[in-house]
C-alpha cells in the first residue's frame, strides 16, 4: 500500500541520491512539501512522517489548513503568485515568502509583517524561461528589485525562485536553472548575503539539485496527482 510516508522517503532518497550524484551533501537541499489542493488531513500524515516544511500557492485554501493544524509547529511557506490585496494575510500568517516578483509587493508585505513576529524570509522570482504567462520578475531587473528589498524593514533576502519552463529536455531545464544559479552567484559576488535557490518541483528536482538547488518544492512525488481545480468549498470561501 502506497502512503504518504511511503512516497516521501522515496523523495528524500531520491534527493540524496541526485545530490550524491553531484558531488554535494544531502543535508543541503531542504525539502518542501508544496501542499497546495491536498487536505488538512493529508498535511498532518505528511507531519507524522517528519516532515515539517509545506509550501501553499492559495492563501484562502492555505488558511483553512493553517487554522485546522494550529497545534503543529509546522512551517508555512507561499510558494505562489501574489496578489497586493493579499499581502496582510500572507504577512501575518508565513514564515517565508518565495514568489516576491515586484517592489509594490514587497513593499506591502514588509508594512504588513506584524512587529511580534520574526521577519519574513524573501525569495525573489525571476522568470527564467520568459514566458508571458507565468510570474517573475525579468532576469535584468532581478538585481535591481534585491537591491530594493534588502532596504525593507521586516523583511529579510535570502534568495531566489524560479519556475522553469516544463519541458522534458534535460538540456533547457538544466540551462534554466543555471541561469537562475549564474544570477545568485552574482548577487553574492555583488555582497548581498544570500543562501537560498528555491529551484526544482517533482518531475525536475534532479536537474535543480545538479544546478544547486538548496530548496526543492515537491507536492506530487509526495501526495499524488492533485485535484484541479481547487476544492469547491475552499473556491467558494475565497469568493466571500
Not at 522515496?10 to 525539502?31: H, S
Not at 518565495?98 to 506584524?114: E, F, G, N, Q, T
Request: aromatic share 6%; hydrophobic share 40%.
Amino acid at each position: 500500500m502506497v502512503t504518504i510516508a511511503s512516497t516521501l522517503q522515496a523523495v528524500k532518497t531520491r534527493i540524496a541520491k541526485a545530490a550524491q550524484n553531484t558531488g554535494r551533501q544531502p543535508d543541503e537541499i531542504m525539502l518542501l512539501a508544496a501542499s497546495k489542493t491536498n487536505t488538512a488531513e493529508q498535511v498532518k500524515e505528511a507531519w507524522l512522517a517528519g516532515q515539517t516544511i509545506f509550501g501553499e500557492n492559495y492563501l484562502q485554501e492555505a488558511l483553512e489548513k493553517i487554522f485546522v493544524l494550529s497545534d503543529l509547529p509546522i512551517e508555512w511557506h507561499f510558494i505562489g503568485p501574489i496578489q497586493s490585496n493579499k499581502t496582510r494575510r500572507i504577512a501575518e500568517n508565513f514564515a517565508w515568502v518565495h514568489s516576491v516578483d515586484r517592489k509594490k509587493i514587497a513593499d506591502r508585505l514588509s508594512r504588513d509583517r506584524p512587529e511580534t513576529l520574526p521577519p519574513l524570509q524573501i525569495c525573489i522570482q525571476v522568470n527564467v524561461s520568459g514566458e508571458d504567462t507565468k510570474s517573475g520578475v525579468s532576469p535584468k531587473f532581478a538585481a535591481d528589485l534585491a537591491a530594493y528589498v534588502v532596504g525593507l524593514p521586516r523583511l529579510r533576502l535570502r534568495g531566489l525562485m524560479a519556475v522553469p519552463e516544463l519541458t522534458t529536455a534535460t538540456a533547457l531545464q538544466r540551462s534554466q536553472f543555471r541561469m537562475l544559479r549564474n544570477m545568485y552567484d552574482q548577487l553574492r559576488q555583488d555582497g548581498f548575503d544570500l543562501d537560498t535557490l528555491s529551484m526544482g518541483m517533482s518531475e525536475d528536482m534532479d536537474n535543480a539539485i545538479a544546478e544547486g538547488s538548496t530548496i526543492v518544492r515537491v507536492g506530487t512525488a509526495i501526495f499524488g496527482p492533485r485535484r484541479y481545480p481547487i476544492p469547491e468549498e475552499l473556491a467558494a470561501r475565497a469568493t466571500r
